[in-house]
């Protein structure tokens, strides 16, 4: 039974550039999570989807958009980086919280803006 | 910013001693998670919690949902050097469900 997957694992980008995050979910899990992690502190929650469409939102800016396809993957995008993006990006999978509240999480990637 | 506020910040044990850690809200959850991470990893998920003064065990892992649901208990008995890592909790809202707020975690280390 495959766990939460994410890649890639490490990337490093320029300010002002824009990179592409992907997910996989645990098998049988249709909702999808994105979370921030910077070094020292707690994850803080992005937003969600489930049924292909952004169901919660975090305080994040509208530079952070996502997308969820019909296999229940996800990708998170980041437009125009900042130095303060740089961070430990999380994908956490659960079922619908109607049912669960449980997340679990991926290795997650690790963005390092220059 | 974060609402969850994690005691203590760090922690230097001696290999088999027990462990308490805390976690304390200004306001109500209605689910209380705890995760290990280790480093370079995701965190993992240890015990959910589901009602208010509930006690629940996973093998040499216990934790408690408060009665007030404002606050959450994990300890840890006999560590093992194993139990390094750094531990958090995390609360959920019926209002806001699959939205986790995190507090800043519990650094442990063991000592063999």
């Known amino acids: 039974d495959a766990g939460v997957t994410q890649s890639p694992t490490h990337l490093i980008k320029t300010r002002g550039q824009q990179v592409t995050l992907r997910c996989s979910p645990k098998s049988g899990h249709d909702t999808v999570s994105w979370y921030q992690q910077a070094l020292g502190q707690g994850p803080q929650f992005i937003f969600q989807y489930y049924e292909e469409e952004e169901r919660q939102r975090g305080?994040?800016?509208?530079?952070?958009?996502?997308?969820?396809?019909?296999?229940?993957?996800?990708?998170?995008?980041?437009?125009?980086?900042?130095?303060?993006?740089?961070?430990?990006?999380?994908?956490?999978?659960s079922l619908d919280p109607g049912i669960s509240y449980e997340q679990y999480f991926g290795p997650g990637t690790r963005l390092t803006v220059t | 910013g974060q609402q969850l506020n994690q005691s203590p910040q760090s922690m230097f044990i001696q290999e088999g001693e027990d462990v308490s850690m805390n976690c304390t809200s200004s306001s109500i959850f209605n689910t209380w998670l705890w995760y290990k991470q280790d480093p370079g990893e995701g965190?993992?998920?240890?015990?959910?919690?589901?009602?208010?003064?509930?006690?629940?065990?996973?093998?040499?892992?216990?934790?408690?949902?408060g009665i007030?649901?404002?606050?959450?208990?994990?300890?840890?008995?006999?560590?093992?050097?194993?139990?390094?890592?750094?531990?958090?909790?995390?609360?959920?809202?019926?209002?806001?469900?699959?939205?986790s707020t995190f507090g800043d975690g519990t650094t442990l280390t063991v000592k063999p």
């Open chain 1, 59 to 93: 305080n994040f800016p509208d530079r952070f958009s996502g997308h969820q396809f019909p296999n229940y993957s996800s990708e998170l995008n980041v437009n125009a980086l900042l130095l303060g993006d740089s961070a430990l990006y999380l994908c956490a999978s």
């Open chain 2, 43 to 65: 965190p993992v998920l240890l015990i959910a919690l589901y009602k208010a003064g509930e006690l629940t065990s996973n093998g040499r892992l216990t934790a408690q949902f």
């Open chain 2, 68 to 99: 007030t649901r404002k606050d959450s208990f994990l300890n840890i008995s006999a560590s093992i050097p194993s139990d390094v890592g750094i531990y958090f909790c995390a609360g959920q809202r019926d209002t806001n469900a699959g939205k």
